[in-house]
C-alpha cells in the first residue's frame, strides 16, 4: 500500500504517498491520483486503490484506456466522508495529537 510514514528531521513520523509505479513520494497530494478501477469486482470483494505520481499516470494513460481514478487529495476526502468522522470526531482527534508530544 501506498501510504507510508516518513521520519522527518525531527524524529517525527510524518503520513505521505508514495507511488505505486516509481515508488517516489508525492509530495503535493493534488499531484497525484488514486485509482479505483475494479472491473468485475463482486459485492463484498477487498480491494485496494492504487496510487500514481502526475508522470506516471501520464505514461499510464497513454498505453492504457480510461479509468475510474481521482486525485489524492479527493481520495482523501471521499475517504473521510465514507467512514463518517464528524466534525467533532476530527476536532477531538486534532487535540490529543497536539498534546501527544511525538506528532
Known sequence: MALIFQVDDQGHPRPKVRCDSCGGI???????????DTPGT?????????????????????TSGPRASMPIDHFMLYVLNNIQLTPKALETA???????SDF
Open 26 to 36: 508525492i509530495e503535493n497530494y493534488a499531484d497525484g491520483v488514486a485509482l479505483l
Open 94 to 100: 486534532r487535540q490529543k495529537m497536539k498534546a501527544t
Open 42 to 62: 463482486a459485492p463484498e470483494a477487498i480491494t485496494e486503490p492504487i496510487f500514481h505520481c502526475l508522470g506516471c499516470e501520464e505514461k499510464i494513460q497513454k
